[in-house]
T-cell receptor, first 111, second 115 residues
Framework: DQQVKQNSPSLSVQEGRISILNCDYTNSMFDYFLWYKKYPAEGPTFLISISSIKDKNEDGRFTVFLNKSAKHLSLHIVPSQPGDSAVYFCAAANSGYALNFGKGTSLLVTP | NAGVTQTPKFQVLKTGQSMTLQCAQDMNHNSMYWYRQDPGMGLRLIYYSASEGTTDKGEVPNGYNVSRLNKREFSLRLESAAPSQTSVYFC??????????????FGPGTRLTVT
């Protein structure tokens, strides 16, 4: 049973606009949430994380929002750039060890 | 710093053959992990090692064994490869989560095909 779900397989956004990637989870014991970016034939690259005691974390163009009551998190990328085109994975950890991954959302940023 | 390195990058095996995937990290992390990724899927945990000298099963451990050789190295062995083990294998490492953040770093992957 998948505990982390990314329900949008793909997203297309124009360059300069905001990209919003969504993620839902079912396990209330998760205490850390991470976002990764992945290019074909490469390993996942860590982007940003948030702990369950916070509701927002920012790093440059990337902001993650956590809504614990809804068991929902989102990644905002502002402004979107063509180089952001990749597959984005949401992941969650219980007690900060192994990660449970969603299936990914493929983001395409068009000029 | 090389981060997390994996060898080999590609491998083709026949059913029943064995092989070992190697992983090393130079970030002095205590914890190491093996995941597999199949087409259209997220990564799934095979085994992990929370610290040197310990290993534990993940979500999909059947058909695999692991060895935490030292703090830097964590290997994954397929004793008798099956076509269902055709996948991309990723090694990762991390420190324990603390405070506001948790980061886990991945290697470039090994693409394994079993015919």
């Amino acid at each position: 049973d998948q505990q982390v779900k990314q329900n949008s397989p793909s997203l297309s956004v124009q360059e300069g606009r905001i990209s919003i990637l969504n993620c839902d989870y079912t396990n209330s014991m998760f205490d850390y949430f991470l976002w990764y970016k992945k290019y074909p034939a490469e390993g996942p690259t860590f982007l940003i994380s948030i702990s369950s005691i916070k509701d927002k974390n920012e790093d440059g163009r990337f902001t993650v929002f956590l809504n614990k009551s809804a068991k929902h998190l989102s990644l905002h990328i502002v402004p979107s750039q063509p180089g952001d085109s990749a597959v984005y994975f949401c992941a969650a950890a219980n007690s900060g060890y192994a990660l449970n991954f969603g299936k990914g959302t493929s983001l395409l940023v068009t000029p | 710093n090389a981060g997390v390195t994996q060898t080999p990058k590609f491998q083709v095996l026949k059913t029943g053959q064995s092989m070992t995937l190697q992983c090393a990290q130079d970030m002095n992390h205590n914890s190491m992990y093996w995941y597999r990724q199949d087409p259209g899927m997220g990564l799934r945990l095979i085994y992990y090692s929370a610290s040197e000298g310990t290993t534990d099963k993940g979500e999909v451990p059947n058909g695999y064994n692991v060895s935490r050789l030292n703090k830097r190295e964590f290997s994954l062995r397929l004793e008798s490869a099956a076509p269902s083990q055709t996948s991309v294998y990723f090694c990762a490492s991390s420190e324990m989560a603390s405070g506001d953040s948790y980061e886990q770093y991945f290697g470039p992957g090994t693409r394994l095909t079993v015919t």
